[in-house]
């Protein structure tokens, strides 16, 4: 699904917020990511529905939620709400590649930073701005 420029810039709004909380704090604004759900789901329900496709793009998100519990949190549970609240705009497809570039991203950064001895393998890294990153590359590119 297309989203209109005005969801996108409320997205992009949310992950930016979000973004900045993580960096700064590694948490992420609560309240604003369930509203965040809750908008996107209506949001979902008034223009298309609930259909297979868009419950499987939530669902993506979910396993995120499950991944985090079952490591004990090594993929932050902030990180698997906000990919819920991209679950519930985007389509599977335009998820995956959000996904898959904001993976690369990490990666590329991770990588970088292992390099240069400024982080040991063991240290964290905030994932949500990787996602901002991502998202942002799938409404230039998509």
Not at 12 to 26: A, E, P
Not at 62 to 78: K, N
């Amino acid at each position: 699904m297309v989203q209109t420029k005005i969801v996108q810039g409320i997205l992009l709004l949310f992950l930016g917020i979000n973004s900045i909380r993580d960096i700064r704090k590694r948490e992420i604004f609560l309240p604003l990511t369930l509203a965040g759900i809750a908008a996107g789901g209506l949001y979902t329900a008034l223009t298309e529905g609930f259909t297979r496709s868009r419950i499987c793009a939530v669902g993506i998100g979910s396993c995120f939620i499950a991944v985090s519990l079952l490591s004990s949190s090594q993929f932050g549970m902030g990180d698997a709400l906000a990919l819920t609240v991209l679950g519930t705009v985007l389509s599977p497809e335009e998820l995956v590649f959000v996904l898959g570039l904001s993976f690369f991203l990490a990666f590329l950064v991770s990588a970088f930073l292992l390099l240069k001895d400024k982080a040991t393998r063991k240290e964290r890294i905030p994932f949500l701005p990787f996602l901002l990153a991502g998202y942002l590359g799938e409404v230039l590119l998509w």
